[in-house]
């Protein structure tokens, strides 16, 4: 039982973890946003290196710091866009006339460096997958990909929830190419198709045959893309999901949600 529970919990902590630490970082004052870039550049640097070491590895303890490295790497980005430093060209709100693909362009425009940086480290990461070992961290990886384009669109053809309190001042105008509306009609299709993966995850993952760090790793990338679906799920109920991170939000830590 703990075999299979170990995982589990293991990705519950450091999603809320490495979730609420990025929020800090991106909430404390701009001054000491280079710093904090750097730090996680840093991080970054070593965590391709972590990938690198473990090429030759196979074993359960293989597993767990390849889902951490990539973690890490995931985690590069969402604070280089927090910050501002991987964005887009376009650094200004969405006009107010802008309607259609003249607004999905101008949305484009605002990703657009954040895109290209996406693709660029999954090239990375699936350059340093052993070719005959469990590919934990690639797994790892296109589950956060798949999840994060999944919210990006659901953002923008509109959701109930879209927690712009997370987004520093500095890219506050990302929020005016979101759309609050109690849902959109590519949710139910995200949703049917994240559950259907996941499922078979977790049917491969507890398959009596597997042997080695097979389990643990599909259970490490099971257990992350179900939280991806409940993140979907908090994006349509009235339910305030932002305060899973509440201790996490520097300036708001002591006033009410």
Not at 23 to 50: N, V, W
Not at 199 to 212: E, N, P, T
Request: hydrophobic fraction near 55%; aromatic fraction near 12%; charge should be positive.
């Amino acid at each position: 039982m703990w075999q299979h529970a170990a995982p589990v919990a293991f990705v519950l902590f450091a999603w809320w973890a490495s979730t609420g630490a990025i929020l800090y970082l991106a909430g404390l004052p701009e001054r000491t946003h280079r710093r904090s870039m750097a730090i996680g550049t840093l991080a970054l640097l070593l965590a391709f290196a972590a990938l690198h070491g473990l090429r030759s590895a196979n074993d359960t303890a293989a597993a767990y710091a390849a889902f951490s490295a990539v973690l890490v790497i995931w985690g590069w980005q969402e604070l280089g866009f927090l910050l501002g430093y991987v964005t887009g060209p376009r650094r200004e709100p969405c006009p107010s006339g802008a309607r259609g693909w003249r607004r999905a362009g101008y949305a484009f425009q605002v990703v657009l460096h954040h895109e290209l940086a996406l693709l660029l480290l999954g090239a990375g990461v699936l350059a340093l997958v052993p070719e005959h070992a469990p590919p934990v961290a690639w797994w790892t990886f296109a589950a956060l990909w798949l999840m994060r384009q999944s919210a990006k669109l659901n953002v923008f053809f509109g959701v109930r929830n879209l927690n712009e309190q997370f987004l520093p001042a500095k890219v506050a105008y990302v929020h005016s190419y979101f759309r609050q509306r109690p849902m959109n009609a590519l949710f139910p299709a995200s949703m049917l198709l994240s559950v259907a993966a996941a499922a078979w995850l977790w049917r491969s993952a507890l398959a009596s045959d597997l042997a080695g760090p097979e389990r643990p790793g599909l259970l490490l990338v099971a257990t992350l893309l179900t939280l991806g679906i409940a993140e979907h799920g908090l994006m349509v109920l009235p339910l305030p999901s932002h305060a899973l991170w509440r201790c996490w939000l520097p300036e708001r830590r002591n006033r009410p949600l």
